[in-house]
């Protein structure tokens, strides 16, 4: 990442990877940080970035693209659409946001987004074209300064600490304890959210993960919520996926056409290796070996993602 953005902490990590059609058009990055927490790529035009801590792109969790726009989540499952364009050169960059979707959820931090818009005036990213020079319309991107979410310098010259923890996104989930059972300790619920388009829809998948302090986290619930952007809002997925599978991973999502009949509306997790079947609303849980609990205890939640081959371009 030196090569792109300059130098990262070694806490540094790339969550997510997008392409838009192919490598040689818009490539976003999601990386765990708040001074760079979207970054678009060009090969052989250039960069874009953010102004650090910038909202909302500090409260986007999950990122999808469904033809060429791209849609931005939050925990509040408010959906934003990120323009983006490119400059005279090609770099691409972000024009503006809009909110969508605003939603009303357990989750309390929608007055964040009450009335926001944010539209591009020259001085709200870095932009770096790949001979390394600074585009002077754009922001100046300096190590030397911070800022809050407001966009207010918040740099005390005398404080040199300004620690790599302070400004890492620790994960995008939500952990609770699980009171409806007496036991203690008491299992823990987590709670993930990601985006995926299937079929030219735009999906929300939320998901509550069961943590027993002595077993495997597996899948406990799982709703799928297909974005209605005429009305402004999420509506319950009911009759499955139409015949497709769906690939379900905090780097990468994918939906393809089922292979099987088995595979119709099956939702598969790769960090707790079960399935959930939306037909039958049951979570198949696998057998674990020796080997896979060794590896799961280390790396749960973590960033393994799916592969597939590549598809030849027609």
């Keep these: 990442m030196d090569s792109i953005i300059g130098v ?10 997008l392409t838009r059609s192919t490598p040689d058009d818009v490539i976003v990055l999601m990386p765990n940080n708040l001074n760079y927490p979207i970054i678009l790529v060009r090969p052989g035009k250039g960069v874009w970035v953010p102004k650090p801590k910038t909202s909302p792109f500090t409260r986007i969790i999950d990122v999808a ?12 499952e408010d959906l934003f659409v990120l323009d983006i364009d490119f400059d005279a050169d090609g770099v691409p960059m972000v024009t503006g946001t809009r909110r969508v979707i605003k939603s009303s959820t357990e989750v309390d931090d929608s007055d964040v987004w009450s009335n926001y818009e944010w539209v591009d005036d020259g001085d709200e990213g870095y932009n770096e074209s790949n001979t390394g020079k600074e585009d002077d319309d754009n922001y100046s991107h300096d190590d030397n300064y911070d800022y809050d979410d407001d966009g207010t310098d918040d740099n005390d010259d005398d404080d040199d600490d300004d620690s790599d923890d302070d400004n890492e996104i620790l994960d995008a989930i939500d952990y609770a304890k699980d ?5 203690i300790p008491k299992d823990i619920i987590i709670s993930v959210w990601y985006l995926v388009e299937s079929r030219g829809k735009l999906l929300m998948v939320r998901r509550k993960v069961q943590g ?3 077993e495997l986290p597996h ?17 319950p997925v009911a009759n499955g996926l139409g015949g497709h599978t769906v690939f379900i991973s905090k780097p990468f999502s994918k939906s393809v056409p089922a292979v099987r009949e088995s595979e119709d509306d099956a939702i598969h997790f790769i960090d707790t290796r079960d399935t959930f079947n939306m037909r039958f609303d049951i979570t198949i849980r696998p057998h674990y070996d020796v080997d896979y609990l060794k590896l799961a205890s280390r790396f749960f939640l973590e960033q393994r993602t799916w592969l597939f081959p590549l598809v030849p371009a027609v």
Aim: contains cysteine; proline residues 9%; charged residues 25%.
């Design 8 to 17: 990262v902490p070694k806490s540094f990590q790339i969550c997510k990877v």
């Design 65 to 76: 693209f469904l033809g060429d726009i791209l849609y931005g989540i939050t925990q509040a």
């Design 179 to 183: 009171d409806e059972v007496p036991m």
């Design 212 to 214: 027993p302090p002595r």
């Design 219 to 235: 899948t406990r619930k799982i709703e799928v919520f297909e974005a209605d952007i005429s009305a402004c809002t999420w509506a």
